[in-house]
């Protein structure tokens, strides 16, 4: 019987908390310390820098220490992302050794994406589908942007899901060029992405979008049996707080480009354990 713990854990006034606590669980599950494991979680103020990005050229730093809006970077590749409450975040972690994902990264965008598009589909959205590699879209317009990774021992894949985020705040904080929106066969933002609540007409509820997403990962996956909980385990929150402290809460992390130095840092009680 196939099992997925799901974490409904989240400070959404603490990023850099927040962003420790996705690198501790991959770290978790490729050391086989918990079992699959699904998160569902929200930031209130946040710009996620994509791993190998140079923060300044993505991000308006000024208007982001204006807002009181963090900045940090995540431990997967892909582009830039406003968080607010109205923006859901999910990530899915297996081990490396997990046979149902795809080999192939692309190939694997699609089979995890499948799990969002059912869920927007739970929720009424009925022109929900996958764009190019890594979208989740609704018609041609983006609702979500994916990541995924295969370090630690792990499958991690997490991504973003629009239902009411503030798409002008969002124009101010990230530097988008006018090249890049072209290519989209758009002139802005606003007409690249879109909140479910545009094509529903309210803002579906939290745990509402907590369940369909849940249905989505465990018919992908083919689990019969989900528990949810509202904590991590002890040692995974030792895992998390080592890499708040010594990582995701330090300038030469977030800032800049991508520092080697934190790249391969690896929390104290991992050190020295198989």
């Known amino acids: 019987m196939s099992e997925l713990r799901v974490l409904v854990v989240e400070r959404p006034e603490n990023a850099y908390l927040n962003l420790a606590i996705e ?3 991959a770290r978790a599950r490729g050391r086989n310390l918990v079992p699959d494991t699904l998160r569902i979680w929200r930031n209130r103020n946040a710009v996620i820098v994509g791993l190998f990005q140079i923060t300044e050229d993505e991000v308006n730093i000024e208007e982001c220490a204006k807002l009181s809006v963090q900045v940090v970077r995540r431990f ?14 999910y990530a899915i972690a297996l081990h490396r050794s997990d046979k149902r994902p795809p080999p ?6 699609r089979y995890f994406g499948q799990a969002v598009v059912y869920a927007l589909k739970k929720l009424g959205v009925e022109d929900a589908g996958l764009g190019k590699v890594n979208d989740i879209v609704i018609g041609r317009r983006k609702v979500g942007g994916t990541a995924q990774t295969r370090m630690f021992n792990t499958i991690f894949y997490h991504g ?5 985020t503030d798409i002008e705040k969002m124009a101010k904080l990230l530097k988008i060029s006018k090249a890049k929106l072209s290519d989209k066969g758009v002139s802005s933002l606003r007409e690249r992405v879109v909140n479910v609540r545009e094509i529903l007409g309210h803002s579906p509820d939290f745990n509402e979008v907590v369940q369909a997403l849940i249905e989505g990962f465990s018919k992908v996956l083919g689990v019969n049996n989900v528990e949810v909980h509202d904590d991590l385990t002890d040692i995974e929150w030792e895992i998390a707080y080592d890499l708040y402290e010594n990582k995701y809460s330090k300038d030469e992390w977030n800032m800049g480009r991508v520092n080697k130095k934190y790249l391969f840092y690896t929390p104290k009680v991992l050190r020295n354990s198989s």
């Open 76 to 89: 997967t590749g892909g582009g830039t992302v406003y968080h607010d409450l109205g923006n859901i975040n």
């Open 104 to 109: 192939s990264i692309l190939e694997s965008y």
């Open 160 to 164: 973003t899901l629009l239902t009411n």
């Open 23 to 25: 690198e501790a669980v």
